[in-house]
C-alpha cells in the first residue's frame, strides 16, 4: 500500500485563523503572478539609482575638464591618451608594475630607489587585470583610473547622503570632479583609487561596518603615504564608538593582538612615507626634467 504524501501544519495567521494552502499547491513557493523576491543585487541597483544625478553630474563635469585637456593636447602638439595613460607619474606606476622595485641598480642604503615613493597597490592592481584583459598595461591602468573615478564619486555621494541628504551628497561629488586637479582622475594616478577607498571607509565608519572600515583603510595605506591620516580618523571613530557601547570587550577594537596589527600597519606605512620622502622629491624632480626635455 503506498505511504501517503506527508502535509505540513499549517501556520496560523494574525488574527488566530488557520491559513490553509490550495490543494496541488506548494505553501513555501510563492504563487504565479506574485512579485518575485528581491535578490541580493536589489539594493545595490536601489542604491546606484539613488546615486544616478550625482554620477551623472561628476560625469558631465569630467567630460568638460576632458574637452578642456583635449584642446590644450592639440594646441601643444600632444595626443590624448599618452597625456593620459603614459605621462609623469603614470610611467612609474607602470615600471613598478613591469619590473617591480629592484629594477634599479643602486645602492638600497644610501641612494634608495625612486620608485620606492609609489605604493604598491595601483601597480598591483594593473599587472593583475591586464594579465586577464586585452590591451597595454597603459590603457588597463587608465581605464582602472577611471572605474575608480566613478567609484569614489559615488563614495563621496554617499557620505554626504548619510549625513546631510540627497542633495548635498549629489552636490559634494560634482565639486569633487571640478576641483583645480581632478584631471589627474582620470589619469594613470591613484588619486580616483585612493579616494574611492577612503570615502567608502568613511562610509563604512558612519554605519558600524567595522571590519569592511578596516580592511579598506589597509587598502587605502597601501596606495598612498596618506592613509595614515584615514588610520587615525577611523581608530579614533572605533574608540569612541566603542566607548559609546560601555561594552567590557567591544566588537572594535576586539583584541590587543588586533591592536598590534594596527600599529605595525601604521608603522610600516609611516616608514615608507618618511624613508622615500627624499627619493619621492628626487623622483619627481627627475620625471619633471624628463618632461621638460
Known sequence: ??????????????????????????????????APRPGRAAPVRAALRHAAPALLGYLAVRLLGLVVLAQWAHVQGHGVWPVLARS????????????GYTHEHRDRLTDPPRSLAFFPLYPAL??????VTPGS????????AVLCSFAAAWGVFAVGDRLRGRR???????????????VV??????????????????????????????????AAGLTRPTGIALVAAVSVAGLLAARRRGAPRPCWPPSRRRWAG????????????AGTATSRCSGCGATSGTAAG
Open 1 to 34: 500500500m503506498p505511504s501517503q504524501p506527508t502535509r505540513r501544519r499549517p501556520a496560523p495567521g494574525a488574527d488566530g485563523a488557520v491559513l490553509v494552502a490550495p490543494a496541488g499547491t506548494d505553501p513555501e513557493r510563492p504563487p504565479a503572478g506574485a
Open 88 to 99: 609623469w607619474d603614470s610611467n612609474w606606476y607602470l615600471d613598478v608594475a613591469d619590473h
Open 126 to 131: 594593473v599587472k593583475a587585470f591586464a594579465a
Open 137 to 144: 598595461r597603459a590603457s588597463v591602468g587608465l581605464v582602472l
Open 168 to 182: 548635498t551628497g549629489t552636490l559634494l561629488a560634482v565639486l569633487w570632479g571640478a576641483t583645480p586637479v581632478a
Open 185 to 218: 582622475q582620470w589619469m594613470g594616478y591613484t588619486e580616483s583609487l585612493f579616494t574611492a577607498l577612503t570615502a567608502w571607509a568613511l562610509y563604512a565608519v558612519l554605519t558600524g561596518r567595522w571590519a569592511w572600515a578596516a580592511g579598506l583603510t589597509v
Open 262 to 273: 594596527w600599529r605595525t600597519w601604521a608603522g610600516w606605512a609611516y616608514g615608507w612615507a
